[in-house]
């Protein structure tokens, strides 16, 4: 089995991360934001438990996988199902480059102006990695890679 999990700031190269070892390794992909908000404007969160009945169905039709997001209830949930850990914890200005040089994600917005449109809005919530404490944050994100004991490794720069 193959079951890796990646987390950490907007901007981290999660999704990059993500689709490459998903393509070397033959796993199946898969986003949280998919699955933590409720479609339309403005943004609110699934019910978590629907989030976490989604996130197992997809488990549950997989053997290997690659997940990848930022939220941590969510990833709390699977861990005990995945065999690697990976952090990216790179500096807050490095995602922030990352967010300004990312191509249009026809998946998540209508238009690239859509996109560009909520850049600002994505650079703040990276600011602020830090500094919050919701589920989203560093503090959070710490704790999870703590606590897991199987296979983690934390990458704290651009590859």
Not at 14 to 25: F, G, I, Y
Not at 31 to 39: F, G, K, Q, T, V
Not at 133 to 156: A, E, P, R, V
Request: glycine letters at 4%.
């Amino acid at each position: 089995m193959n079951n890796i999990l990646i987390f950490g700031n907007s901007g981290a190269g999660k999704s990059t991360l993500a689709k490459k070892l998903a393509e070397q390794n033959k796993l199946a992909h898969f986003e949280l934001d998919s699955i933590a908000w409720l479609p339309g404007a403005p943004p609110v969160r699934r019910p978590l438990k629907e989030s976490m009945r989604m996130l197992n169905h997809f488990t549950d039709s997989y053997e290997n996988w690659v997940i990848e997001g930022c939220y941590t209830d969510l990833l709390t949930h699977i861990a005990p199902r995945c065999d690697e850990m990976i952090f990216l914890n790179l500096p807050v200005n490095q995602c922030i480059a990352n967010a300004r040089n990312r191509p249009w994600e026809p998946h998540k917005y209508s238009s690239p102006a859509e996109q560009d449109a909520n850049l600002l809005m994505l650079i703040a919530w990276i600011k602020e990695y830090e500094t919050r404490t919701d589920t989203f944050s560093l503090q959070s994100h710490l704790l999870l890679y703590k606590n897991f004991t199987g296979n983690k490794k934390m990458i704290t720069r651009h590859v």
